[in-house]
């Protein structure tokens, strides 16, 4: 079996071959098999709990009650976040929820708007 290389955006080792181009299932990236891999190394992926990928600047919807350290009350789920700002960490979202103020939330709790 000829090995294929990993999506050099969302590193996925599904990759197949389709009309001469490489495609990744997860993400949709297509590339020539001739392209270096090297292009996409330094960024990172931060998917929703769908695996649609996030950008800086998106709306998510909180699918979850999230409690709150510190606080009495939880993030409803329903609640809509805007402007968000990716992080290379544990809780990858930086954001502002009206309510509570600065926030850190995981990526597999939200939902792209």
Known sequence: MIELTPCPLCKS????????????PECGHEWGPEEDN???NDQFIVKDSN???LQNGDAVVIIKNLPVKGSSQSIKA???VKNI????SDHNIDCKID???AMALKS???KKA
């Open 13 to 24: 080792t599904f990759t197949y071959e389709m009309n001469g181009l490489l495609v990744c």
């Open 38 to 40: 090297t292009t996409g």
């Open 51 to 53: 695996g649609n990928i």
């Open 78 to 80: 329903g609640t809509k």
């Open 85 to 88: 700002r990716l992080v290379d």
């Open 99 to 101: 309510g509570f103020g």
């Open 108 to 110: 597999e709790f939200v």
